[in-house]
C-alpha cells in the first residue's frame, strides 16, 4: 500500500511561485503514473498535471499551461508541482494521485484513472 503526503502549501501573494511535493511511502511508485488536481471552494475536482513513469511524458490543464511544470524524482519517490505567476484563482486544495493498477506509460487526466490520494495541501494565492 501506498501513503502519498502532499506539503509545501501556504499563503503566496499573487505572481509570486510555489514548489508543491508530494512524499510516497510503502512502495516505491517509480513506475506508475502520477498526477496533481486541485479543488477550489465551491468546485469540483480539477486535474492540473499529470506525468508519466520516466517523465517522458506530461500534460497540463489548459489554465495552468506554461505557469506550472510537473516533475518527479523516482529514486525518493517524489512528485514536485512548480507553480509559477500564481493566481487569486489558483487558491486550492491542491492532491497528489498515483495510479498503481497499471504500468505509467501513459499520462491519465481524470481523477477515476487514478487509485491512490493524499490528503491535500492548501494554497492560497492572495491579490
Known amino acids: 500500500q501506498v501513503q502519498l503526503v502532499e506539503s509545501g502549501g501556504r499563503l503566496v501573494q499573487a505572481g509570486d511561485s510555489l514548489r508543491l511535493s508530494c512524499t510516497a511511502s510503502g512502495r516505491a511508485i517509480s513506475i506508475y503514473s502520477m498526477g496533481w488536481f486541485r479543488r477550489a471552494p465551491g468546485k469540483e475536482r480539477e486535474f492540473i498535471a499529470g506525468?508519466?513513469?520516466?517523465?517522458?511524458?506530461?500534460a497540463y490543464a489548459n489554465s495552468v499551461q506554461g505557469r506550472f511544470d510537473i516533475s518527479r524524482d523516482n529514486a525518493k519517490g517524489m512528485v514536485f508541482l512548480q507553480m509559477n505567476s500564481l493566481k487569486a484563482e489558483d487558491t486550492a486544495v491542491y492532491y497528489c494521485a498515483a495510479e498503481l493498477r497499471r504500468h505509467g506509460v501513459d499520462v491519465f487526466p481524470s481523477s477515476d484513472d487514478y487509485n491512490t490520494w493524499g490528503q491535500g495541501t492548501q494554497v492560497t494565492v492572495s491579490s
Open positions: 506525468i508519466n513513469w520516466n517523465g517522458g511524458r506530461t
